[in-house]
């Protein structure tokens, strides 16, 4: 049982170039989430999905886009990326429904930008 | 959603009991408390969440007041491998829509030592 899984772990962009991070879960969840974390901070939800076919911005959506491929996938990408954006971006999944339920994170892309 | 307060880190000897504190005075009737760890480096994992009543799994034991202003999680037990920051949060009972969204503090670093 893979959980959520992050392509690339690594990766060095320079200034002004693009990518897109991936994301998927075999759990069938609903929902789905873009988080970013900076040295010393906690996480930041940058884009999330409730549900596939719908997407959201989060607290710090600027310089991203999103995409709900579908029900497994959300992928996140950088048009221009700039210095900025380096972190560690974690993506997560969970359920829908009126019960608490848990999220599951993937083990994170760590995206340095020089 | 409910702001949560922790204190920025504690410490806790090997063997013995951690106890984590949570304020969270604002919590509305229909909120959930969850708690989550990231250990360095790796994505956040969940540990337990509660409504009113208090809650055992095989990781933890979550302790919330009568009046539901605040929170303990404890570890019976810890190892230093539950070295890692713990965050609190709180979110809302009915997770459709945009209400699944996790807002993750600064949380509190909780170092184990021998």
């Known amino acids: 049982n893979a959980g959520v899984t992050q392509t690339p772990k690594f990766q060095v962009l320079k200034t002004g170039q693009s990518m897109t991070l991936q994301c998927a879960q075999d759990m069938n969840h609903n929902s789905m989430y873009w988080y970013r974390q900076d040295p010393g901070m906690g996480l930041r939800l940058i884009y999330y999905?409730?549900?596939?076919?719908?997407?959201d911005k989060g607290e710090v959506p600027n310089g991203y886009n999103v995409s709900r491929l579908n029900k497994r996938e959300f992928s996140l990408r950088l048009e221009s990326a700039a210095p900025s954006q380096t972190s560690v971006y974690f993506c997560a999944s969970s359920k829908q429904g009126t019960q608490g339920t848990e999220a599951f994170f993937g083990q994170g892309t760590r995206l340095t930008v020089v | 959603d409910a702001k949560t307060t922790q204190p920025p880190s504690m410490d806790c000897a090997e063997g013995r009991a951690a106890n984590l504190p949570c304020n969270h005075s604002t919590i509305s009737g229909n909120e959930y408390v969850y708690w989550y760890r990231q250990i360095h480096s790796q994505g956040p994992q969940y540990i337990i969440h509660g409504l009113k009543n208090n809650e055992t799994n095989e990781m933890a034991s979550l302790i919330i007041t009568e009046d539901r202003k605040s929170s303990t999680l404890i570890l019976p037990h810890a190892t230093l491998r539950d070295t890692a920051v713990y965050y609190c949060?709180?979110?809302?009972?009915?997770?459709?829509?945009?209400?699944?969204?996790?807002?993750f503090g600064k949380g509190t670093l909780l170092t184990v030592n021998p």
């Open positions: 999905s409730a549900s596939e076919g719908t997407t």
């Open positions: 949060i709180v979110r809302p009972r009915n997770s459709g829509g945009s209400n699944y969204k996790l807002t």
